[in-house]
């Protein structure tokens, strides 16, 4: 059973890096079929999706983060991870990393996340 | 950039049929899933490829797809379905993007 594992440090200070790491057991992350993602929920709020990286390394972002996002993966720890520079208190929020899936199909392009892992809590904060 | 828009709230009575909406534009053109969230816990996928229910997920969960809405119905629901519920799809210029959530309050 794939299990997901996110680890890091729970307070970050503002204008710096939120570094988190994703612990895939169960499962390899070199698997050709899928890519790996983090997604993050606001205390209170909805969930927005940060990127995703695949098995080659290639990765994509959501516009309105790629600037200060980054993800990276090691293969020899089945670990993937998540930097996040020059954070301020918008960037409080539960990280959870997932594994996604895209399937193309003949008419449309497929895409989810299953499973996710339980989150880890990140407050930016002085 | 696209969005996808969500009741913030539905109400359904026990045994009854509860209906979550999610509207895009040409939103049956894209692929949708549905993932439920229960208070202090992880999302997880109930429904994925506009239809398809992932195994372990009850039968009373179902999906649909076409125009501008998809539609997550939960036929005889339970107590245990009271949770959030967010829609999720993939758009060329946003990539993946979430609806705002519904609450579903099992009264």
């Known amino acids: 059973q794939l299990q997901l594992q996110e680890s890091g440090p729970g307070l970050v200070k503002p204008s710096e890096t939120l570094s988190l790491s994703c612990t895939v057991s169960?499962?390899?992350?070199?698997?050709?079929?899928?890519?790996w993602g983090w997604i993050r929920q606001p205390p209170g709020k909805g969930l927005e999706w940060i990127g995703s990286?695949?098995?080659?390394?290639?990765?994509y972002f959501n516009p309105s983060l790629a600037s200060r996002a980054t993800i990276s993966k090691d293969t020899s720890k089945n670990q993937f991870s998540l930097k996040l520079t020059s954070v301020t208190a918008a960037d409080t929020a539960m990280y959870y990393c997932?594994?996604?899936?895209?399937?193309?199909?003949?008419?449309?392009?497929?895409?989810?996340?299953?499973?996710w892992g339980q989150g880890t809590l990140v407050t930016v904060s002085s | 950039s696209y969005e996808l828009t969500q009741p913030p709230s539905v109400s359904v009575s026990p045994g009854q049929t509860a209906s979550i909406s999610c509207s895009g534009d040409?939103?049956?053109?894209?692929?949708v899933s549905w993932y439920q969230q229960k208070p202090g816990q992880s999302p997880v996928m109930v429904i994925y490829?506009?239809?398809k229910r992932p195994s372990g997920i009850p039968e009373r969960f179902s999906g649909s797809n076409s125009g501008n809405t998809a539609t997550l119905t939960i036929s005889g629901t339970q107590a245990m379905d009271e949770a959030d519920y967010f829609c999720?799809?993939?758009?060329?210029?946003?990539?993946?993007?979430f609806g705002g959530g519904t609450r579903l309050t099992v009264l």
């Open positions: 040409r939103l049956g053109d894209k692929c």
């Open positions: 999720q799809a993939w758009d060329s210029s946003t990539y993946v993007v």
């Open positions: 490829q506009d239809i």
């Open positions: 169960g499962g390899s992350i070199s698997s050709s079929s899928y890519y």
């Open positions: 997932a594994r996604n899936t895209i399937v193309v199909s003949s008419t449309k392009l497929n895409n989810w996340f299953d499973p």
């Open positions: 990286i695949y098995y080659s390394g290639s990765t």
